[in-house]
């Protein structure tokens, strides 16, 4: 089902370059996936993505660290972050919105896969 035309309330200028992202469950207990995948869109505060996996709902919290890499020496920022909305793509894809809610530190240490 679409959504009527609404006003704009972002606040940050959005940057259409991919940018890899890792999503996991804040409660892993509920349901635990662990989401590597590149966003449409993304500002200082949110993000934006596609993925096909069916657990994400509006106001769940998840661990968020963008720009993700595995690679040597890379330094991982992880965050907090809410599900603010979920569009139906069609073909099980879903695109899916998240408000950064605030950072991590975990003693200076990037995050570990």
């Known amino acids: 089902m679409a959504r009527p035309p ?5 606040r940050k200028v959005r940057l259409r370059l991919p940018q890899t ?4 469950p ?3 207990r509920l349901i ?3 989401d590597i995948l590149p966003t449409l869109n993304t500002s200082r505060d949110s993000v934006y993505f596609v993925s096909k996996n069916q657990a994400y709902e509006e106001g769940m919290r998840v661990f968020i ?3 993700y890499s595995d690679g040597p020496g890379s330094i991982n920022r992880e965050s907090l972050g809410k599900v603010v909305r979920i569009d139906e793509l069609g073909h099980g894809r879903r695109g899916i919105a998240v408000e950064i809610l605030m950072p991590l530190y975990l003693g200076g240490k990037e995050t570990v896969r």
């Not at 609404?6 to 972002?10: I, L, N, S």
């Not at 992202?21 to 996991?24: G, I």
């Open 65 to 67: 660290t963008c720009p």
């Open 6 to 10: 609404a006003q704009e309330r972002r």
């Open 32 to 34: 635990d996936f662990d």
């Open 21 to 24: 992202v890792r999503v996991r």
């Open 26 to 28: 804040s409660d892993p």
